[in-house]
């Protein structure tokens, strides 16, 4: 089960950011964080692919987390069983 935490303010931060289904590809989450999201191009989706590990890191992350216009991007307490 997922369990939505607030959103982190500083390092270091418990739980995980993804990508979840509803994403559009609009390479947003990309342009603002390319450190931390990448695209799978035969899927035509991106997916976090790797936490933010700085402040300016994190900033990025969370830039792209209030802009993503599907709102795909989540933070979860803990990952998700794949």
Same mark, same amino acid.
């Given at each position: 089960m997922? $369990?939505?935490l607030p959103l982190p303010t500083r390092l270091p931060i418990d739980g995980r950011f993804e990508i979840d289904d509803t994403?559009?590809?609009c390479r947003l989450c990309n342009d603002l964080a390319p450190e931390?999201?990448?695209a799978d191009l035969d899927n035509d989706v991106h997916y976090v692919c790797k936490q933010p590990e $700085? %402040?300016?890191? /994190?900033?990025r992350? /969370?830039?792209?987390f209030d802009s993503c216009p599907t709102e795909s991007i989540?933070? /979860?307490?803990? %990952? $998700?069983?794949?």
């Amino acid at each position: 089960m997922r $369990t939505q935490l607030p959103l982190p303010t500083r390092l270091p931060i418990d739980g995980r950011f993804e990508i979840d289904d509803t994403c559009i590809d609009c390479r947003l989450c990309n342009d603002l964080a390319p450190e931390n999201f990448d695209a799978d191009l035969d899927n035509d989706v991106h997916y976090v692919c790797k936490q933010p590990e $700085t %402040p300016d890191e /994190l900033e990025r992350v /969370l830039d792209a987390f209030d802009s993503c216009p599907t709102e795909s991007i989540r933070y /979860l307490a803990q %990952p $998700t069983e794949e």
